[in-house]
């Protein structure tokens, strides 16, 4: 529609965003994956990264921030199925997994060692692509803006 445009590529962005939390959980996910089977395979100390109680913490934080991610994402798709407003809920979902996508893949990164930094390794690539899911379809700030601007909408749904 003429003069219209503006608003038609705002309501894509708004559909768009639950796949692009989707997007980002794959690639928090895939650098998780990467860093646990590495940490049950190198050893540190006489024993696996994993057996350390510090790491088998920081795996712990991680998988239930990967959990709480995957169930955002689904719950914006439910309610975008059901035909209801979903706009602040693809926005939660995106903000949550994309931030928490970057932190996992650097953290991923990070389990490697210095190896975890070289370029042709696997893990090192998460991060180009977490930063990507970050800045698409909004960056954080614009989620934040969406999401503010329905926080008493937010809360008479809890």
């Given amino acids: 529609e003429y003069n219209r445009g503006f608003y038609q590529l705002m309501a894509v962005f708004n559909s768009s965003r639950i796949g692009l939390a989707s997007l980002?959980?794959?690639?928090?996910?895939?650098?998780?994956k990467e860093a646990y089977k590495h940490s049950r395979?190198?050893?540190?100390?006489?024993?696996?990264?994993?057996?350390?109680?510090?790491?088998?913490?920081?795996?712990?934080?991680?998988?239930?921030?990967?959990?709480a991610?995957?169930?955002?994402?689904?719950?914006?798709?439910?309610?975008?199925?059901s035909?209801?407003?979903?706009l602040h809920n693809a926005s939660m979902a995106k903000l949550f997994t994309t931030e928490e996508g970057m932190e996992i893949a650097q953290w991923?990164?990070?389990?490697?060692?210095?190896?975890g930094a070289m370029d042709g390794q696997k893990?090192?690539?998460y991060?180009?692509?977490a930063h990507v899911a970050l800045v698409g379809e909004g960056a954080p700030e614009v989620q934040k803006l969406i999401i503010s601007r329905n926080i008493d909408r937010i809360l008479k749904e809890m």
């Fill in 24 to 32: 980002a959980f794959g690639t928090s996910l895939g650098a998780f």
């Fill in 41 to 67: 395979k190198r050893k540190i100390f006489g024993k696996p990264i994993f057996d350390h109680e510090l790491k088998a913490a920081e795996f712990a934080e991680r998988i239930t921030m990967l959990e």
């Fill in 69 to 81: 991610g995957w169930l955002m994402i689904k719950k914006a798709a439910f309610i975008s199925d």
């Fill in 83 to 86: 035909g209801e407003d979903f």
């Fill in 108 to 115: 991923s990164a990070l389990v490697f060692g210095a190896r």
């Fill in 123 to 125: 893990v090192s690539s």
């Fill in 127 to 129: 991060i180009f692509d």
